[in-house]
Each structure stands twice: as structure tokens, then as C-alpha cells.
């Protein structure tokens, strides 16, 4: 089973400022199979970005990931209101599919 | 436009049995993969069960800490998909998911508002 480490656990920022994510894998994850998503409180998880770097539709470009084996990075560029939640990673390279423990993102 | 809404959801005690629906809409269901993933309160998330399309039999996959008590199955005539979980422990405390895997990998592009599935005497 590939374990996905997520740091920080939280991570405290002010609106505009660039957030970075990292997501690092006990193994390589192959095809670079990594998905990245948000949670809002009290809300489903919503999809960011998959295979490492490509955002879903709708995902506004302020949203970036980066990465390849076993280490990946979401970006936010400049932080907007809406974008403080959890920030999961997921790995689909291998079985079974994995979650990272999330990220907190707050506001500072 | 895409919905998934789960039901069943509800207080059971140890030992005890329950059936979770996600109803879909919005895309041809038969087409897709389809998963549950929980998570419990306060915790990260965590994927449960999958089953297959019917171009891939049906087949269905768990997670280990539920094998041999939960059950996936669907109804592409219904558009649903069924959790049925049995021998439930205080450790499958969860709101429970339902997730449609995108036609391009195995990651979750829709999901459900999820289900609080609470074990407890």
C-alpha cells in the first residue's frame, strides 16, 4: 500500500498570499497518479487537480500542481477567501487508492 | 447536470447491519466505476469499496479493514449503487461517500453529500 504523508499539517496564511502543499509518497506512484482535492467544512470533497498537474474543469489557474514520483506540491498562488479548507492528495498508481491526511489551510 | 444522493445512513449498534443508496443522475451510470469512500469525524479520508462497469463484470474490490462484511453492488436500471455493511464496529463510525471515478483514471470527479453512519450502544 503506497502512504501518502501530507505536510504541513496546518498552515497559516493571509488572503494573497501563496500557499504551498507538499504530498510525498512511501513509493514511486506510478504514471504520476495523483489527485488533489479541497474539503470545506461540512461539505464533500471537491476535485483541484489530477495526474499530478492538470486541473479539473472549472478550477480556477491560481491552482497548480506540481511533481512526479514521489513528491508532489499543490500550489495557490494567491489565496482568495474561499480557498481556506483541507487539502487532501490521493494516489491512484497503485491499489489500493490512498489518501493523504490533509492539509488545513486557515486564515491568519 | 451530475448528482449523486446517498440515504441509509443512521445510529446501528455493534454488531449490527445496514444497507447505504447513492441514486445518480445526470450521466449515463452504467458507464462508470463506481466507489465509496468514508471519513471519520475529524479524520482524513478513506476509500471503502469499488465496483466495476458492466464492461469490466461488475467486479468489485474492498479495502481490507472491510472485506468479508461489506458488500458493494449496483442497479444500472435504478442508477444506484448499495452499500450493504454488516458486523459493523464503532470503527466504521463515518460519513460515507459516494464517488463517480473519471473516465480518465481512478480518481473521484463527483461526489455525493455523504451519509453519517454511527456505531454505537
Known amino acids: 500500500e503506497i502512504v501518502l504523508t501530507q505536510s504541513p499539517g496546518t498552515v497559516s496564511l493571509s488572503p494573497g498570499e501563496r500557499a504551498t502543499l507538499s504530498c510525498r509518497a512511501s513509493?514511486?506512484?506510478?504514471?504520476?497518479?495523483l489527485a488533489w482535492y479541497q474539503q470545506k467544512p461540512g461539505q464533500a470533497p471537491s476535485l483541484l487537480i489530477y495526474?499530478?498537474?492538470f486541473r479539473a474543469t472549472g478550477i480556477p489557474d491560481r491552482f497548480s500542481g506540481s511533481g512526479s514520483g514521489t513528491d508532489f506540491t499543490l500550489t495557490i498562488s494567491r489565496l482568495e477567501p474561499e480557498d481556506f479548507a483541507v487539502y487532501y492528495c490521493q494516489q491512484y498508481g497503485g491499489s489500493p487508492l490512498t489518501f493523504g491526511g490533509g492539509t488545513k489551510v486557515d486564515v491568519k | 447536470e451530475v448528482q449523486l444522493v446517498e440515504s441509509g445512513g443512521g445510529l446501528v449498534q455493534p454488531g449490527g447491519s445496514l444497507r447505504l443508496s447513492c441514486v445518480v443522475s445526470?450521466?449515463?451510470?452504467?458507464?462508470?466505476?463506481m466507489d465509496w469512500v468514508r471519513q471519520a469525524p475529524g479524520k482524513g479520508l478513506e476509500w471503502v469499496a469499488r465496483?466495476?462497469?458492466?464492461?469490466?463484470?461488475?467486479?468489485?474490490e474492498y479495502t481490507a479493514s472491510v472485506k468479508g462484511r461489506f458488500t458493494i453492488s449496483r442497479d444500472d436500471s435504478k442508477n444506484s449503487l448499495y452499500l450493504h455493511m454488516s458486523s459493523l464496529t464503532t470503527e466504521d463510525t463515518a460519513v460515507y461517500y459516494c464517488?463517480?471515478?473519471?473516465?480518465?483514471?481512478?480518481?473521484?470527479?463527483?461526489w455525493g453529500q455523504g451519509t453519517l453512519v454511527a456505531v454505537s450502544s
Open positions: 464517488a463517480r471515478a473519471a473516465d480518465y483514471g481512478d480518481f473521484f470527479d463527483f
Open positions: 495526474e499530478a498537474s
Open positions: 513509493q514511486r506512484v506510478a504514471g504520476n497518479y
Open positions: 445526470g450521466f449515463i451510470f452504467s458507464d462508470h466505476y
Open positions: 465496483s466495476k462497469n458492466k464492461a469490466n463484470s461488475y467486479t468489485t
